[in-house]
C-alpha cells in the first residue's frame, strides 16, 4: 500500500462552508502549517493543512457535497494555551479545559466551520 509522504492510513477530510476561513483557523488558532491549496473560482477545491506530524485536508462545500461538521481530537503541549489560541482565532469554547480522568488535561471548541476539536495535553506516560 502506498501513502503519501506526511499522511497516516486515515487522514480526516473536512467538507465546510467557508474552507479559507478555516485554513486560517488551523493556522493561526492551532499552530498548522498550510501545504496545498486548489481554487476554483471562488470555492477551495482542495487544501491540506499539516498539523503536528498529520495532515488534515478539507474543501468548501457544494450543493454535490454539503458541510459535513465532524469531531478531532488534537495533541497538544498545553491545553490551555491552545484553548486561548484557538478562542483568540474565532473558535467558541464548548467545554473549558480540565484534568479529566482518563489522564489528559482536556477542552473542546467549535471552529469556524463548525468542527469540534477536543484540545489534549496528554498528563501521564501510559495508556488509557
Known sequence: MLVPPGFHTVTPYLVVDGAARLIDFLVQGLGGSEELRHVDGD???????????SMLMLCDATPAWPATPC????????????????????????????????????GG??????????????LVDGPY
Not at 471548541?109 to 496528554?122: A, E, F, H, I, T
Open 43 to 53: 470555492i477551495v477545491a482542495h487544501a491540506q493543512v499539516r498539523l503536528g506530524d
Open 71 to 106: 469531531a478531532l481530537y488534537l495533541y497538544v503541549d498545553d491545553a490551555d494555551a491552545a484553548m486561548a489560541r484557538a478562542v483568540a482565532a474565532g473558535a467558541t469554547v464548548i467545554m473549558e479545559v480540565g484534568d479529566k480522568p482518563y489522564g489528559d488535561r482536556q
Open 109 to 122: 471548541v467549535r471552529d469556524p466551520g463548525g468542527n469540534v476539536w477536543w484540545l489534549s495535553q496528554r
